[in-house]
C-alpha cells in the first residue's frame, strides 16, 4: 500500500470524525426546538435517502464505466460474438437469498432504534461533550462483548477498559457517587451500539452493506416517527427552527459520514483507522465548547484524557490483531 493511498484514507477517516463528532452538537441544538424521537426520525429518514442518490448515482456511475469498455472491445475485435463479451457489471453483490438484506436490515434497524433513542433522549440531559465521550466507550465495549463469542482479549483491552472506567468517573460520576441521568441513558446507548457494530461485522460479508444500510436506517426512522406520534407534541415551526441540525444530523452524519467511513476504512491500516476513529469524541468536546460554549472544569478533562487514552488502547490491540488475520488470509 502506497504512502499517498494511506494519507488519503485517514484523511477521509478524520473527516468522518470530525463530521460524527460535531453532529453531538447539532443533536442537543436539535433538542431545543423539537422532541428527541421525531430529531431521530427525521435525521435518518434523510440518511437513508442519501444512500439512496449515492446508490442510484454510483450505478448511472457504473454503467457508463462499462459502456466504455464494452465500446473498446469491440472496436478491437468486430468479430466479437454476444456470446463472448463481458457480463453485465452488478455493483450489489449476490446473496443466496435476496430476502435476506432485509430481514437483517430490520433486526438492525430495531438495534439502531434502540441505541439512537437512549442516545438522543440522553443528550437532552447532558452536554455534547460528555455524550460523545460516553458514545465512545463502545469502541471498548465491542471487544468486550465479543469475548461471549469466544474471542480473546489482550492486555491492551483490560488496560484501555479500566483506563476508559476510570475516565468516566472523572467524567461523569459526582463526589456523591452520583450519575447525571443523561450521562446514565448516553452509557446504555454505548451498550447498543457496541451490539450494532458486532451484528453489522457479522452482516456485512452476507450482504450489500449500503443496502443493509438503507434498510436499518429506514426501518428506525419509521419507529422513531411512531414514538414521536404517540410520546411527543411537536409542530412544524419547531421542525422549521431545527432545520439546521436535522440537515446535518442526517445528511452528513447518518448518509455522508457512513459512506466516507465505509471508503476510507478500505485501504486504511486498522490501527490508524482506531486512532483517527477515537478522535470523534474530542471533536464532540470541541465543538460542544465553541459552539454551545460548554464548560469543562479540571475534573473532566482528566476524565476525557483517560478515556481517550483507553479507547485508543484498547483499539490498536483489536487493530493489530485484524491486521495480523488479514495478512494471513
Same mark, same amino acid.
Given at each position: 500500500?502506497?504512502?499517498?493511498?494511506?494519507?488519503?484514507?485517514?484523511?477521509?477517516?478524520?473527516?468522518?470524525?470530525?463530521?460524527?463528532?460535531?453532529?453531538?452538537?447539532?443533536?442537543?441544538?436539535?433538542?431545543?426546538?423539537?422532541?428527541?424521537?421525531?430529531?431521530?426520525?427525521?435525521?435518518?429518514?434523510?440518511?437513508?435517502?442519501?444512500?439512496?442518490?449515492?446508490?442510484?448515482?454510483?450505478?448511472?456511475?457504473?454503467?457508463?464505466?462499462?459502456?466504455?469498455?464494452?465500446?473498446?472491445?469491440?472496436?478491437?475485435?468486430?468479430?466479437?460474438?454476444?456470446?463472448?463479451?463481458?457480463?453485465?457489471?452488478?455493483?450489489?453483490?449476490?446473496?443466496?437469498?435476496?430476502?435476506?438484506?432485509?430481514?437483517?436490515?430490520?433486526?438492525?434497524?430495531?438495534?439502531?432504534?434502540?441505541?439512537?433513542?437512549?442516545?438522543?433522549?440522553?443528550?437532552?440531559?447532558?452536554?455534547?461533550?460528555?455524550?460523545?465521550?460516553?458514545?465512545?466507550?463502545?469502541?471498548?465495549?465491542?471487544?468486550?462483548?465479543?469475548?461471549?463469542?469466544?474471542?480473546?482479549?489482550?492486555?491492551?483491552?483490560?488496560?484501555?477498559?479500566?483506563?476508559?472506567?476510570? !475516565?468516566?468517573?472523572? =467524567? +461523569?460520576? #459526582?463526589?456523591?457517587?452520583?450519575?447525571?441521568? /443523561?450521562? &446514565? $441513558?448516553? %452509557?446504555?446507548?454505548?451498550?447498543?451500539?457496541?451490539?450494532?457494530?458486532?451484528?453489522?461485522?457479522?452482516?456485512?460479508?452476507?450482504?450489500?452493506?449500503?443496502?443493509?444500510?438503507?434498510?436499518?436506517?429506514?426501518?428506525?426512522?419509521?419507529?422513531?416517527?411512531?414514538?414521536?406520534?404517540?410520546?411527543?407534541?411537536?409542530?412544524?415551526?419547531?421542525?422549521?427552527?431545527?432545520?439546521?441540525?436535522?440537515?446535518?444530523?442526517?445528511?452528513?452524519?447518518?448518509?455522508?459520514?457512513?459512506?466516507?467511513?465505509?471508503?476510507?476504512?478500505?485501504?486504511?491500516?486498522?490501527?490508524?483507522?482506531?486512532?483517527?476513529?477515537?478522535?470523534?469524541?474530542?471533536?464532540?468536546?470541541?465543538? !460542544?465548547?465553541?459552539? =454551545? +460554549?460548554? #464548560?469543562?472544569?479540571?475534573?473532566?478533562?482528566? /476524565?476525557? &484524557? $483517560?478515556? %481517550?487514552?483507553?479507547?485508543?488502547?484498547?483499539?490498536?490491540?483489536?487493530?493489530?490483531?485484524?491486521?495480523?488475520?488479514?495478512?494471513?488470509?
Amino acid at each position: 500500500m502506497s504512502r499517498n493511498t494511506t494519507v488519503r484514507s485517514d484523511l477521509i477517516l478524520l473527516i468522518t470524525a470530525v463530521i460524527w463528532g460535531f453532529a453531538f452538537v447539532a443533536q442537543r441544538m436539535g433538542m431545543e426546538h423539537i422532541g428527541p424521537f421525531l430529531f431521530n426520525g427525521i435525521r435518518f429518514a434523510l440518511g437513508a435517502l442519501t444512500l439512496v442518490l449515492f446508490l442510484k448515482v454510483k450505478a448511472i456511475y457504473d454503467e457508463k464505466t462499462l459502456g466504455r469498455y464494452n465500446g473498446k472491445k469491440e472496436s478491437r475485435n468486430d468479430q466479437l460474438t454476444a456470446d463472448r463479451r463481458p457480463p453485465t457489471a452488478d455493483p450489489v453483490p449476490r446473496t443466496a437469498n435476496r430476502g435476506l438484506p432485509t430481514v437483517y436490515g430490520v433486526l438492525l434497524g430495531l438495534i439502531l432504534f434502540t441505541g439512537a433513542s437512549f442516545q438522543q433522549v440522553g443528550i437532552v440531559y447532558t452536554t455534547a461533550g460528555n455524550a460523545g465521550f460516553i458514545t465512545g466507550l463502545y469502541v471498548i465495549l465491542v471487544p468486550l462483548l465479543g469475548i461471549f463469542s469466544g474471542h480473546k482479549a489482550s492486555w491492551n483491552l483490560w488496560a484501555g477498559a479500566l483506563l476508559a472506567l476510570a !475516565g468516566l468517573y472523572f =467524567l +461523569s460520576i #459526582t463526589k456523591g457517587f452520583e450519575m447525571s441521568p /443523561g450521562d &446514565l $441513558l448516553v %452509557l446504555v446507548s454505548a451498550i447498543f451500539w457496541a451490539i450494532h457494530v458486532l451484528y453489522t461485522g457479522w452482516l456485512s460479508p452476507r450482504t450489500s452493506a449500503i443496502r443493509l444500510a438503507i434498510t436499518q436506517f429506514a426501518v428506525c426512522s419509521a419507529l422513531s416517527l411512531l414514538s414521536a406520534f404517540i410520546f411527543e407534541s411537536n409542530s412544524f415551526e419547531g421542525i422549521y427552527h431545527a432545520a439546521w441540525p436535522i440537515l446535518y444530523g442526517g445528511i452528513l452524519s447518518v448518509g455522508i459520514a457512513y459512506t466516507l467511513q465505509i471508503v476510507g476504512q478500505k485501504k486504511a491500516l486498522p490501527s490508524h483507522a482506531a486512532i483517527i476513529m477515537s478522535l470523534e469524541t474530542v471533536f464532540a468536546v470541541i465543538g !460542544g465548547v465553541l459552539i =454551545l +460554549s460548554e #464548560t469543562m472544569n479540571e475534573r473532566k478533562w482528566i /476524565g476525557c &484524557l $483517560l478515556m %481517550l487514552l483507553g479507547m485508543v488502547m484498547a483499539q490498536i490491540s483489536v487493530g493489530s490483531r485484524q491486521s495480523a488475520a488479514s495478512s494471513q488470509n
